[in-house]
């Protein structure tokens, strides 16, 4: 919940609260340990168990299930208490739900178990959290600043699939899931415990501060704000964006092992998804604090239509399958910063949390539910061709969505948030 500090100084904004968004980005990069890892346990569980690619993908239904009814009362919470306290609390689930998979069984049914577990955790280190965080300390340089903070993403993407191989290739797939939530976990919890930090959390913690107000009840934000037509825009638009894009990052070893690409270089492919999502996230992060949000997203929904006619037209070519995986990082890399950045421009400012838990509800999922689809129709076709080709007309979609938003309301009208400034 954003505190107005009276007399800071907008440029001096990097030199304040640098630190709050490298933990922030952290915090990112830990929430994605399993989504960009899952990939590349599918052929050890295959092998070690028998399941089919759509059951070992039947975790992440569950936890996008979870999240969708879950993620708007996270942001609730967020808004209520602050994203400090919800942080701390996510990342250290995240790292202890993840190793408990080690302890899978036989039975499918032991897996989907313990993804209730992971259900838990993937609630609670939702996105809003990490955004919650900058956009109350950042106003002029939000967009870049959210774009810092979510190349946690692209880091993920980059360090987790090579990673993952090499825990699983020289230690084997239990140990694997043991030893890469502590490698992300040393990292990421002595900088979260450290810097880690909202505006609410500074007010809360100062004397010289009242209160801020409680949130507007969820009630009323589903009233005056969820249920019109701009959010509803926003969130399909989202949505669909999601839907294009996370599914086949999800699944990018094997979408390209089954495009005729050696698994060693599909995994070395799926990693340069990474550096091209941090590439488009900076240069998205400038473009929306130049350009208005709506266009830049429109552009983006339709990159990856590059990417699926490159994999469709070139099967078994290296080069073309990197070609495919860099435009779809750049995609990949646009996708929550501008989400996230249109709503802190659409829609009040104080109801962040709830607004954008909202959203991040049904990208999660897409996030979970599209690998399982994509999945699904590998299963049945031995083939991801007709998914490949499904999902080129949903880019259109969600662009001409975002290009309906309209221009933002008034700076003014969103910053009544009814908190008290910080003297």
């Not at 993952?164 to 140990?175: A, E, P, S, V």
């Not at 043991?178 to 609410?200: H, M």
């Not at 607004?355 to 999945?375: D, H, Q, V, Y």
């Not at 309906?404 to 910053?415: F, H, I, K, V």
């Amino acid at each position: 919940m954003p505190i107005a500090i009276k007399g800071e100084e907008k440029s001096g904004e990097w030199r304040q609260h640098w630190p709050t968004v490298v933990a922030a980005m952290t915090g990112v990069g830990l929430s994605t340990i399993v989504t960009y890892s899952t990939s590349v346990f599918i052929a050890p569980l295959e092998r070690e168990f028998g399941w089919s690619r759509a059951d070992i993908s039947s975790g992440h239904v569950i936890a996008g299930a979870a999240t969708i009814v879950c993620a708007p009362w996270t942001g609730w919470l967020v808004d209520r208490f602050g994203p400090r306290r919800i942080g701390l609390v996510a990342a250290l689930a995240m790292c202890l739900s993840m190793a408990m998979l080690s302890l899978t069984g036989p039975s499918i049914w032991s897996w989907r178990a313990l993804w209730l577990f992971i259900a838990f955790a993937v609630v609670l280190i939702q996105p809003l959290v990490w955004t919650s965080s900058v956009t109350s300390l950042f106003e002029k340089r939000r967009g870049m600043a959210l774009a810092v903070t979510l190349c946690g993403s692209g880091i993920g993407s980059l360090v987790t699939p090579p990673l993952t191989y090499y825990l699983i290739t020289h230690l084997g797939w239990r140990m694997a899931f043991v030893a890469l939530p502590a490698i992300w976990g040393a990292v990421a919890l002595p900088l979260l415990l450290l810097f880690f930090t909202s505006a609410a959390d500074k007010a809360r913690r100062s004397r010289f501060v009242a209160a801020p107000r409680v949130p507007t009840q969820m009630r009323e934000v589903l009233r005056g704000v969820i249920l019109t037509r701009r959010f509803l825009t926003l969130l399909f638009g989202g949505f669909f964006f999601a839907l294009i894009v996370v599914p086949a990052v999800v699944t990018m070893v094997p979408l390209l092992a089954a495009n005729n690409i050696p698994t060693g270089e599909a995994a070395a492919i799926a990693s340069s998804v990474g550096l091209a999502s941090i590439f488009g996230r900076l240069n998205i992060g400038l473009l929306l604090d130049r350009v208005p949000g709506r266009f830049v997203a429109a552009a983006c929904a339709c990159l990856p239509i590059a990417s699926y006619a490159i994999l469709l037209a070139s099967p078994g070519s290296v080069s073309a399958a990197t070609a495919a995986a860099l435009i779809l990082g750049l995609a990949l890399g646009a996708e929550l910063d501008i989400l996230a950045y249109l709503v802190s421009r659409y829609f009040p400012i104080r109801n962040f949390g709830v607004l954008f838990g909202t959203i991040g509800g049904f990208i999660t999922l897409a996030g979970s539910a599209g690998p399982m689809a994509l999945n699904s129709v590998y299963d049945h076709t031995h083939s991801y061709q007709p998914a490949l080709w499904a999902m080129i007309p949903l880019c259109v979609v969600a662009s001409l969505l975002f290009l309906t938003l309209g221009a933002y309301p008034p700076r003014e009208t969103l910053n009544l948030s009814g908190e008290v400034p910080v003297s």
